[in-house]
Structures are given as C-alpha cells and as structure tokens.
T-cell receptor, first 113, second 113 residues
Framework: DVKVTQSSRYLVKRTGEKVFLECVQD?????MFWYRQDPGLGLRLIYF???????EKGDIPEGYSVSREKKERFSLILESASTNQTSMYLC????????????FGSGTRLTVV | SQQGEEDPQALSIQEGENATMNCSYK?????LQWYRQNSGRGLVHLIL?????REKHSGRLRVTLDTSKKSSSLLITASRAADTASYFC?????????????FGQGTTLQVKP
C-alpha cells in the first residue's frame, strides 16, 4: 500500500528550538508539499518541491526552510520555533502535475511552548 | 492564498440521507479535487474532475463542475455514520505546472446514526 509517512504524530518543543519534521514517500513521486492547518484558516502551503534539491516558497514560508536531498524525503525545518508555529503540519506528495491527487501523511501535531 | 470556498461550513444529517457540499473558486483551473479528513488525521483524496468534464462518479460520490460559474458540488448519497468528516475542495490552477493545489476552508459533515 503506497503511503506518505510523517515521522511524528505529536511533538512538543520549546520556543527557540530548531525543529525537524520528516516526511517520506514510497511512490517515486516528483512533487512534495508541506502545509500547515489551523482552525479557521484551512490549509496553507509553506513550501513545495518538484524535484530533488529543488524547492519553492509557498504562501507562508517565513520561519521555515526545507530540504530535499533524496527524492523520497522532504524535510521541513523550523529554524527557531515560536508559539505561533503551533499547528498541524501535513506533508503530501503527487506524481507529475495534473495526473492525480495528493497522497497525504497522517500529520504532525506540533506544540511549541 | 485560499481560492476555494465551501458551503455550507457545517452540515448535519441523518444516516441514509444525501449530503451536498458546494465549492466556489476564483481563477481558471486545470482540475478540481475533493478530499476527506477525519478528525486529527491527514486528508484522503476522493475524486478529481478535470476542467473539460462536467460530472464524475465514484461509488456513492457524485461531483459536478460548472466552469462558467466557477463552482463544484460534491454529493454523497445514502450517507453513513462513517462519512462523518471534513470535506475540502482544492483547485489546481495549472499556472506553475507543479501540481500546487489551493484548498478551501472545508465543510464539516456530521452523519447521525
């Protein structure tokens, strides 16, 4: 069964910490995405990648960076965690654009205290 | 930026009834997709309808697309308690050819047994 795996379901970090959220897909998909989901704001795109070592900013990239050294892995990095980054983080992947829907991971609920 | 707007925001029905959710969007699209999200989990892709299609079926799901009105609807027939979830529409504007989707705020559906 094909899937997207996010390394943690729940995470609690302290303000100022550097946080790594990992996402791995086993479908050989070209495109990978990081979204955050907040009540009343829906899903907002943070960063996406359409190839290894390629990345593009989404709508809310401030305070985040990403890494895609291998096709199957897309990491989201919070350089210095802040309380306003407390959120649900969702990773997704898709094959070539327009060929199908996203496959999402189960999400990481991050709390920054 | 959020493009899709779902209507209603919340819907409560009895098991066996049909549920209809609507989505409006603002720009031209390559395709429109519907997703389901169970509480605290990732999103699951339900159906994709391309801009040159008007209607699509998948099991108990029926999706329509009216590009002249920039709107879509998702109909779930003979609903079950297990259909209780949030439903999101997402549009692929196709402008960047990266598969980037823009999600709406979602409709929360409750199906009472």
């Amino acid at each position: 069964d094909v899937k997207v795996t996010q390394s943690s379901r729940y995470l609690v970090k302290r303000t100022g910490e550097k946080v790594f959220l990992e996402c791995v897909q086993d479908m050989d998909h070209e495109n990978m995405f990081w979204y955050r989901q907040d009540p009343g704001l829906g899903l907002r795109l943070i960063y996406f990648s359409y190839d290894v070592k390629m990345k593009e900013k989404g709508d809310i990239p401030e305070g985040y960076s990403v890494s895609r050294e291998k096709k199957e892995r897309f990491s989201l990095i919070l350089e210095s965690a802040s309380t306003n980054q407390t959120s649900m983080y969702l990773c997704a992947s898709t094959p070539s654009p327009g060929t199908g829907g996203y496959t999402f991971g189960s999400g990481t609920r991050l709390t920054v205290v | 930026s959020q493009q899709g707007e779902e209507d209603p925001q919340a819907l409560s029905i009895q098991e066996g009834e049909n549920a209809t959710m609507n989505c409006s969007y603002k720009t031209s699209i390559n395709n429109l997709q519907w997703y389901r999200q169970n509480s605290g989990r990732g999103l699951v892709h339900l159906i994709l309808i391309r801009s040159n299609e008007r209607e699509k079926h998948s099991g108990r799901l029926r999706v329509t697309l009216d590009t002249s009105k920039k709107s879509s609807s998702l109909l779930i027939t003979a609903s079950r308690a297990a259909d209780t979830a949030s439903y999101f529409c997402a549009t692929d504007p196709g402008s960047s050819n990266t598969g980037k989707l823009i999600f709406g705020q979602g409709t929360t559906l409750q199906v009472k047994p």
